[in-house]
């Protein structure tokens, strides 16, 4: 079947398209309405499917929309994992259960925040405590994400990035924009000052599954890292050695890159929703990874977030920039190309079927 069949365009079709499959599946679905509306007032759900036993020892998860425009490869591949079949027999006392647009708000919005311009994978730290700090997001905040978007003042702020990036180099550019950042509420990868109504409700099905589950594996799926449609299993080292352990057991030390480890796409990360899912579930051994599928040039995103921030923190709907920075979200978040599609499927069954077997052994 030609891979495109599976994915949306928009968080209503995509919507649709899953609870279709998992009914057709025979899976048991769970609703949670969130409190807002989308662009069109249309309301928005996170919607949970799940098969097999009720009270099965091991659990395969799979997330998508953990980065709201993200959801577009997510779900599709949920979506084809449920129609092609591929959790049809599942191991002994294994159940898989799907979390279908966990952050329902960012999807439809084509945002990769949520309604309170949370990043939810830095969301995940103790609110109570002080938090994570971030020198070079403090340093470089005015170009990172500059109060005007004409053209003297986008390259004034490029100058300061590059010279940055010259200084210390790009990944210590990339950490000091993605890594985290809980001073600047209007600004890009914000952590939040309190758990939002999805870190909240992950927490509620984490802790629903480890009432019955001892091992739990966890796929969450991302875009906008790493070549394109390349599928990268990312996991820190450092925060579950256990579960690093038992992912490179499951699907290749070589396959593995850890943040931790200098050998990923990513930069080091705070507040990811790993943790979360740990703390939910603390008596559970918990193998969690997410897997990442580039799009585009790490600049060209990074600049489309930057855009979309400015957006919503100054600009009206009816304003002729909604339109065109929206449309750059999707095009660099969602390859929406049929190659890029058949490699997310792909990938997207190969590590399902490996995790499965992992569960099982």
């Not at 010259?166 to 600004?187: C, F, K, N, T």
């Not at 992950?202 to 589950?213: K, N, P, S, T, V």
Request: aromatic share 8%; hydrophobic share 40%.
């Amino acid at each position: 079947m030609e891979a495109g069949v599976f994915f949306a365009r928009r968080y209503d079709e995509a919507r649709a398209r899953f609870l279709a499959a998992a009914a057709a599946a025979g899976a048991a679905i769970e609703t949670h309405p969130h409190p807002l509306r989308g662009p069109a007032g249309e309301r928005l759900f996170c919607d949970v499917a799940r098969l097999g036993p009720a009270r099965a020892a091991r659990a395969l998860v799979t997330m998508s929309a953990t980065h709201g425009v993200e959801g577009h490869c997510g779900s599709g591949a949920q979506v084809a994992t449920l129609r092609e079949g591929l959790l049809r027999d599942l191991p002994r006392d294994t159940c898989a259960v799907a979390i279908h647009a966990i952050n329902p708000h960012g999807f439809a919005w084509s945002r990769r925040v949520t309604e309170d311009n949370v990043d939810l994978n830095r969301n995940f730290v103790d609110h109570a405590q002080p938090y994570p700090s971030n020198p070079g997001y403090e340093e470089l905040r005015e170009a990172i994400c500059p109060p005007a978007r004409d053209a003297a003042t986008l390259a004034a702020a490029q100058r300061r990035l590059d010279a940055h990036a010259a200084a210390h180099g790009p990944m210590a550019l990339q950490q000091a924009i993605s890594g985290g950042q809980y001073v600047d509420p209007q600004g890009v990868f914000f952590g939040g000052h309190a758990p939002t109504w999805s870190n909240r409700l992950l927490r509620r099905i984490f802790a629903g599954l480890a009432a019955h589950a001892s091992d739990i594996a966890v796929i969450d799926y991302h875009t906008g890292l790493g070549p394109y449609g390349h599928g990268e299993l990312i996991m820190s080292s450092k925060a579950n050695p256990d579960g690093w352990r038992r992912a490179c057991d499951w699907l290749g030390k070589d396959e593995i890159t850890s943040p931790d480890l200098g050998n990923s796409s990513s930069a080091p990360l705070v507040g990811v929703n790993s943790q979360g899912m740990r703390e939910a579930a603390p008596g559970a051994r918990l193998t969690t990874v997410a897997l990442e599928f580039g799009v585009r040039p790490l600049s060209e995103t990074l600049d489309a977030l930057r855009a979309d921030a400015w957006l919503h923190a100054h600009a009206a709907m009816d304003q002729p920039e909604w339109a065109e920075t929206k449309a750059r979200m999707r095009h660099v978040f969602y390859g929406d190309e049929p190659r890029w599609k058949e490699m997310i499927v792909a990938r997207g069954f190969d590590v399902t079927r490996r995790m499965l077997a992992g569960l099982a052994a």
